[in-house]
């Protein structure tokens, strides 16, 4: 990895942050301090770090679990580290599957986590760069333009998409095949628009449908889950 590595260290606890700041600064790396996930989206809405320290339990609405898939959902390539409390396996699980690629639980060793810093960062300068981008992805009888933001339809004409129906779109082509439950689409893609009742997401699936299926009774492209929430599923040809 080229340039100063990027590091972001969001921790509500005052102490906890200077330690480890101080810490990992004597040891090269400077990390940006965060004592809240809205401090860290607001600093990253365009542009996310190298690798990020998420604490699990932060002291507002959402906790480290949220600012995780926030943050996976926006870059593969972040590496992210949850600080779990002590012995909570059910922490470790929840911070893995929210994206988070490793995990230390407190109290921790500084060393410990300087080598995990090292080992993830080592990992992600091996990995192999990531496939070029599509610009059009299809979606039932439409093709979502990755870079316009539309969605050109069967008959070739092409729709502007509000933010969240692109937002909604552009996620669940991201994860096919993975059944999204309503309340993580509606946390991930709902934040532009003024819609937080339950059925929200569901009825903007509906008018999504109108626009990408060939029969929207029938959807094909983006299936209900039964007690979960949806699914896109590629065409085959």
Known sequence: MSGPIRLALVEDDPLQRRIVSEYLAQ?????????????????????????????VHLNEVEDGFALARWARSRSSRLGIIMLTAAGDTVDRVVGLESGADDYITKPF???????RIKALLRRSSEAPPPPPLLTEIRIGVARLNLERRVLILADGSEDQ???SEF???HIMVKHPNRPLTREWL????????????DRAIDNRIMRLRRKVEADPAKP???????????IFVPSKD
């Open 161 to 163: 998409l509000s933010a």
């Open 109 to 115: 060793e500084p060393r410990e986590l300087l080598a």
């Open 186 to 197: 509606l946390e991930t893609a709902a934040h532009r628009e003024a819609e937080v009742f």
């Open 220 to 230: 094909e492209a983006i299936r209900s889950v039964r007690g979960v929430g949806y």
């Open 27 to 55: 040891h090269g790396l400077r990390p940006q301090a965060y004592g809240s996930g809205a401090e860290f989206k607001r600093a990253h809405s365009q542009s996310l770090p190298d690798l990020a320290l998420f604490d």
């Open 167 to 169: 937002d909604l779109l």
